[in-house]
């Protein structure tokens, strides 16, 4: 079963430039949700899509967004670009496991912006 | 305001040493798990907790639920140098979103 593939894997914008990040979930997973991890404030949830509809949000801008398509592919945008949005933004899909909602992360694409 | 308060955040021991991580919050989950990530990769999933006091065993680590489902312990016996990573422990508000503590990066040196 192929893993979560995250696209690109390194990217270099300027302020106030938009990126456009890709993430393919495990087949047969449904649900898709973003992170941002930084060194201060660590893995920060962005959104949970599922059956492309936002299922939940975080405490995020809305410069901040994202979407889901039909075959579970989901996709998050950035618009205006800031030096502070520098990170590693992480993508997993997710199951359930042992009753819990268990994440499979992607290995990220980390975003410098300059 | 950080939901879940990991310590220690950075732990550098030697290799066949015990330790101990803590994860702790005023908050109630309905499930804690714990993650280990490596450089240039994702979060991987070690453990899933769901009952207050449960406790698992993966070979050399032993992952604790408190009591009132508002803390978790993770006990390394042993340490290796193949331990060496960032541990992540979140915790489940509801049916979906995850909450994550900052991290303890752990160094086994040799």
């Known amino acids: 079963k192929a893993g979560v593939t995250q696209t690109p894997r390194y990217l270099i914008k300027t302020r106030g430039q938009q990126v456009t990040l890709s993430c393919s979930p495990i087949?047969?997973?449904?649900?898709v949700s973003w992170y941002q991890q930084t060194p201060g404030q660590g893995l920060q949830f962005l959104f949970e899509?599922?059956?492309?509809?936002?299922?939940n949000k975080g405490n995020f801008p809305g410069r901040f967004s994202g979407r889901q398509f039909s075959n579970s592919r989901s996709e998050m945008n950035v618009s205006t670009l800031e030096l502070g949005d520098s990170a590693l933004y992480l993508c997993?899909?997710?199951?359930?496991?042992?009753?819990?909602?268990?994440?499979?992360f992607g290995a990220g694409s980390r975003l410098t912006v300059l | 305001t950080q939901l879940l308060k990991q310590s220690p955040q950075f732990l550098s021991i030697q290799e066949g040493e015990n330790l101990t991580v803590y994860c702790n919050s005023s908050?109630?989950?309905?499930?804690l798990q714990w993650y280990r990530q490596e450089p240039g990769e994702g979060p991987v999933l070690l453990v899933t907790v769901v009952t207050g006091g449960e406790v698992k065993k993966l070979k050399r680590l032993t992952f604790q639920f408190g009591d009132a489902r508002k803390d978790s312990s993770l006990h390394i016996t042993a340490a290796q140098p193949g331990d060496t990573g960032l541990y992540l422990c979140a915790g489940a508000q509801g049916a979906q979103k995850l909450v994550f503590g900052q991290g303890t990066r752990l160094t086994i040196n040799p």
């Open positions: 899509y599922f059956s492309e509809t936002q299922r």
């Open positions: 087949s047969g997973h449904r649900s």
């Open positions: 908050s109630v989950f309905s499930s």
């Open positions: 997993a899909s997710s199951d359930l496991r042992d009753g819990a909602n268990v994440l499979t």
